[in-house]
């Protein structure tokens, strides 16, 4: 087993190389992740706690829309994690391959997690280095087994997201929330977007032609916290993908940026002090890129029924709407 792997539980990896085989009890969470995975708490033989998940294609949406057959299993088996800089904590103990995906076995480090917008706010800075100590220890040490760039911008589009809205929530509120796009955003900025959604292997494109390493992928609260002195990053694999560093940061603004609730131009002001003398250009392309991931979301924001909420986040909007029109200046998709 991977000296990394187990960090902090040394005798779980010495008793046995099977921890599943050990589970003497389990139950079902309520995960806020919205895929479709399935999470559990379970108990070893000897009192421990880990959590299980069942990375599954058969329920998984974001698996099936990014072609994941258990993405995780092979960069485990490949021994990427390995590789990640000592002051990362994946947390996980085991991945095993199945048929349909992965089951992968973790540390219970729930307490550890940023539960609140409150909680990243005090640790966003810390959490922006983190990434960017992944991203430097894997320069010109390409990975294998990663999700398509291309696959990382269509997830979310409203043609994928058509495919799964029968089934799953969040792609129907993002069918929702582009319609909403559509009617309150300008129509250059429209336009852009709508090229990203049909030709998704363009904007990749442009991006891979620059500086890339290993890409994280899926910063958001629910994946991160801080625990012993290290960063705590979950959920690798799924969108995990080979990209410049600014895909990382722009995902990680765009999702988190109303948790952590500084405005816009000092978290931007934040990541680039991460990032370092990283390329603008890339940073320029990521953010288009995360607005065609994301857009619907603020969409939805931005038309709530609190007046407040709707306010703020029309705001916020139109500030994603001048970034992409700057990218839009070096890019014409």
Known sequence: MARQACPD?????????????????????????????QLE???????S??????ADIRRDWIMQATGDAGRIARLWAEGVFEQLPDGIDHAMLEVH??????????RDVSASLFS??????????????????????????????????????AFLSPSVCARFADGHEVPRLAIEGWSRFHDIVADDVVQAISAIHNDPARLAAELLAL????????LKLANLGEGRGRV??????????WAPPAVDYAWYLAINGAAIGDNHEQLLHDVRQAAGDGDRTALGFALIGALAQLGWEKALAATADDEGTRRHERDGLAWWSAQARTALERWSP
């Open 97 to 106: 391959q199945t048929p349909s995906g992965a089951v992968i076995v973790m």
């Open 116 to 153: 609140t917008g409150a909680h990243l706010r005090s640790g966003h800075r810390r959490v922006l280095r983190a990434a960017a100590e992944v991203h430097h220890a894997f320069v010109d040490r390409p990975v294998a087994s990663l999700c398509p760039l291309e696959a990382c911008y």
């Open 211 to 218: 500086p890339s390493t290993l890409i994280h992928g899926d």
């Open 49 to 54: 706690a880990i959590v299980i998940k069942h």
């Open 232 to 241: 705590i990053m979950l959920d690798w694999g799924t969108l995990t993908t």
């Open 9 to 37: 539980a040394e005798r779980l990896c010495a008793m046995g190389s099977t921890l599943l085989e050990r589970v003497v009890r389990r139950e079902l969470l309520v995960s806020d992740g919205k895929s479709g995975s």
């Open 41 to 47: 708490r379970g108990w070893l033989d000897d009192g």
